[in-house]
């Protein structure tokens, strides 16, 4: 019995193919990323002296609409090399100088557990890597391409996962651009509602820094006096926050997502009204189970049918929005945004 | 339906995934001893790359011909008839643990029930509004547009995703010169719903 479980499992696995195995790259640009140091040590994150502490050079920053990973608390840093200034020409994509260094470290139950690296080290684009601490907190080490399944116990049963580098890409696209550091997220018009809003201290970055140091050319110079903010009542400019945040990425403009959904990317969220009316009524070409085609992407008569609340809720890899980096429910998250929907 | 009928249909199936292999050398055959032919433009190249990877075994419908089971290039590569509903998934047990539909575009397992792609250009359907760029974005990472749900097995992409961006290219601008057929392929099944 124990043999022919066995087998169904080895089976099961190979045929899972899609979701477990994943070959050598032999072409995938991807493969570029071994290039990156393989201690997390060798980043340039902590100071020379060997305490641990983070290196001076390398500034904390805290977006104001964090990306939610399962409850993780996070910690970011950006390295700018001396000199240098970030590109603010275009404010959907601000260029950053070669050198750039953005560190997230994901904290879980107190521990910290993977540091994720986005380095441009040179004008062919960023690499992209997450590192491994070890239990004792005291080394990490680069991730495997594939990621690694089980890295901590988030909840029971359930484990967090170090994802892939293919992974990375679907969020951070094949150029591995960063995506929580714009003018939205640093700016000092920060929004006291925001939804796992993280508290901001003296020493991080924030918009008013980079004008302040000169460290942005080309910005548009309003953005100083009226930094980003946006539209509506407090619940509507917390809600599109948190999409921002958390749907922005892929919900973009870009591609065919977007006849489907409006941009929740900076600039385009900051005009709410437009993006309500785009959702309010119209439907989704998602099939939700034993429902005809057509469920409402927002339902004011009916919060819980719509899509958006739908997806939100669903952690099945099929339908679960958004659709990698999280196995569990963000329940304060569901909560506001079905309040929302329903005052709509 | 007649008894040998339904036999007929049942031995095209289970003959399907064995010929498959085979139907796909063959297929490939007439290009492959002319080479030149077949890489004069991307979309020439992206045809021979999918009659050589077997694309056809699971996105085209097949069929019972008059030599035995075939797909139907009549509906070229527009994957699993949104006509043909099926019933849930057989139980298997013991070492059986996978089962494919009459079509060869429906497949059960541990990942549910997963239905093969409509990828004709057709616009609602199909990969219409798709660019080169989301196609090799979901290739390269196995994401539905290099973003969403998961592609699931038995789809190859970690095969797939080895070819060079120019072959990918290729493949899709083939895909993109083929007649557009409307076919909304059903969501996957998932696991937890599949009884």
């Keep these: ?344 | 339906m007649p008894l040998t009928t339904t036999r007929t249909i049942l031995s095209a199936a289970a003959l399907v995934f064995l010929t498959s292999g085979l139907g796909r050398a063959v297929s490939a055959l007439p290009e492959s001893q002319d080479q030149k032919s077949t890489v004069a433009t991307p979309a020439q190249r992206g045809a021979y790359l999918v009659r050589a990877m077997g694309c056809n075994d699971c996105h085209t419908p097949w069929k019972l011909g008059p030599k035995g089971p075939e797909p139907d290039m009549s509906r070229e590569l527009s994957g699993h008839p949104a006509d043909l509903v099926m019933p849930p998934a057989p139980k298997l047990s013991g070492p059986w643990t996978w089962s494919g539909g009459v079509t060869n575009t429906a497949f059960a397992g541990p990942w549910g029930t997963s239905f093969t792609a409509n990828l004709t250009p057709d616009a609602e359907t199909g990969l219409g509004k798709w660019t080169a760029e989301t196609f090799i974005a979901a290739l390269r990472t196995g994401r539905h547009e290099g973003k969403g749900r998961p592609l699931l097995p038995p789809m190859p992409w970690p095969m797939i995703r080895t070819l060079t961006d120019e072959d990918l290219r290729a493949v899709f601008a083939y895909l993109q010169s083929l007649p557009p057929i409307r076919n909304r392929v059903p969501a996957p099944v998932d696991p937890e719903d599949q009884q």
């Excluded at chain 1, 040179?122 to 005291?138: I, K, R, T």
């Excluded at chain 1, 339908?319 to 569901?334: H, K, V, Y």
Aim: aromatic fraction near 6%.
């Design chain 1, 1 to 344: 019995m124990t043999r022919q479980r066995a087998s169904v499992a080895c089976l099961a696995l190979l045929l899972m193919a899609g979701r477990q195995q994943q070959p050598p790259l032999v072409a995938a640009p991807a493969s570029h990323d071994a290039a990156l140091p393989l201690h997390l040590a060798g980043t340039g994150l902590f100071a020379a002296d060997g305490s641990g502490a983070i290196a001076r050079e390398n500034r904390p920053f805290s977006p104001q609409y964090p990306l939610w990973t399962d409850g993780a608390s996070k910690r970011r840093w950006i390295h700018l090399p001396p000199g240098t200034t970030i590109d603010a020409t275009n404010p959907r994509q601000w260029e950053f100088p070669v050198g750039t260094r953005l560190w997230k470290e994901f904290s879980f139950n107190g521990r910290p557990v993977e540091t994720r690296l986005l380095w441009k080290a040179s004008d062919a684009g960023w690499l992209a890597g997450s590192y491994v601490w070890n239990q004792e907190g005291v080394d990490a080490v680069l991730a495997d391409s594939d990621g690694v399944a089980g890295a901590a116990e988030i909840a029971p049963g359930k484990q967090h996962n170090i994802p892939s580098r293919s992974d990375c890409a679907a969020c951070h696209g094949e150029a591995r651009r960063p995506l929580g550091f714009n003018p939205l997220q640093l700016s000092d018009d920060r929004d006291p509602n925001a939804i796992h809003g993280e508290p901001i201290t003296a020493d991080m970055v924030t918009l008013k820094t980079l004008f302040d140091e000169t460290l942005l050319t080309g910005a548009d110079p309003a953005m100083r006096r009226t930094p980003p903010r946006i539209a509506g009542d407090p619940l509507t400019r917390a809600v599109l926050g948190y999409m921002a945040g958390n749907c922005g990425a892929c919900h973009n403009g870009d591609g065919q997502i977007a006849a489907e959904l409006p941009s929740f990317s900076y600039p385009d969220v900051l005009s709410a009204g437009e993006i309500v009316r785009h959702l309010i009524g119209r439907p989704s070409r998602w099939q939700a189970k034993g429902r005809a085609e057509g469920t409402l992407l927002i339902d004011p008569a009916s919060p819980e049918s719509s899509a958006v609340l739908l997806r939100m809720s669903s952690r099945r890899p099929s339908s679960q929005m958004p659709p990698l980096g999280t196995l569990l429910q963000d329940r304060e998250a569901i909560e506001r945004i079905r309040r929302w929907i329903g005052n709509r």
